[in-house]
């Protein structure tokens, strides 16, 4: 290609940083939480005008989220982990909330955990299995901790 294929517009408002999305401007603390929830990228931006002068002498501080596409989804548990900690835990005849004793939990985790609704911590799924007596990570989910006595 040559440059007579490029195209110049003369007049037109260019952002710094090139195109894409403008970024947004959170206002309220919801804003900011709905944000920091789905995973975007907050940075606070102070803006100093004439009109905050008399009240504020640092500014308005305004929190802008970064809308980029690279957002990746967490990682849950899957749900033949559930399904073994369940089946093992029932196996023993523990509750949820045995179990969460055991481990030094609360219940409503092992419930996300049985749920496929967690996001995988090793140590814990570590405490689960000593607790349990299953693997719970790697190959052979469900089978016995140590396998079968030669």
Do not use: C
């Not at 004439?50 to 849950?76: C, F, H, M, P, Y």
């Not at 523990?94 to 092992?110: F, G, R, S, W, Y």
Request: net charge positive.
């Amino acid at each position: 290609m040559s440059d007579w294929d490029n195209v110049t517009v003369i007049g037109s408002k260019a952002r710094v940083g090139g195109g894409g999305p403008r970024a947004q401007v959170a206002r309220t603390q919801g804003q900011i939480n709905a944000a920091r929830r789905t995973g975007s990228v907050l940075a606070v931006d102070k803006k100093y005008g004439s009109t905050n002068r008399s009240n504020d002498t640092e500014g308005q501080r305004l929190t802008r989220i970064d809308r980029t596409d690279d957002v990746v989804a967490v990682k849950k548990v899957e749900a033949s982990v559930g399904k073994a900690i369940a089946k093992a835990r029932l196996d023993k005849g523990m509750t949820q909330k045995d179990l969460a004793t055991k481990v030094n939990e609360k219940p409503n985790v092992i419930n996300d955990y049985e749920g496929g609704r967690a996001q995988p911590n090793q140590q814990l799924l570590g405490k689960i299995e000593k607790a349990l007596g299953v693997k719970l990570r790697g190959k052979n989910i469900g089978e016995p901790l140590f396998g079968p006595k030669k």
